[in-house]
């Protein structure tokens, strides 16, 4: 009986030390990959300034880019609006043109 024992035992314990062994390095990968981004960090004040003053000119960017976009916009619709057909003027008749001269 200890025989028959000795093997399953044996390979309970095979599976467990894969098992640990895939655990750990998973858990190593991930410490690692966490330890990078904070690494990746600014850590002087200088660093940090330098990243909030280029986060703030992009921001300062994109609000511009926006607003030309919007008076770009503005500006097309009342060009628009001044191409609109007009109605023809009435010919002026031509008693007035002869005794007036030409309307203008």
Known sequence: MADDDAPDLSD????????LDELLDAGQAKAAGHQETRLDRPSTVEEQVRAELERRDKEAAAK???EAQA???QTVAERLAKLEEKAPAQPQPRRQRVM?????
Not at 100 to 104: A, D, H, L, P, S
């Open 100 to 104: 007036w001269g030409e309307r203008k």
């Open 12 to 19: 309970r314990m095979d599976r467990l030390e894969r098992k």
């Open 64 to 66: 511009a880019d926006s």
């Open 71 to 73: 008076s770009e916009r």
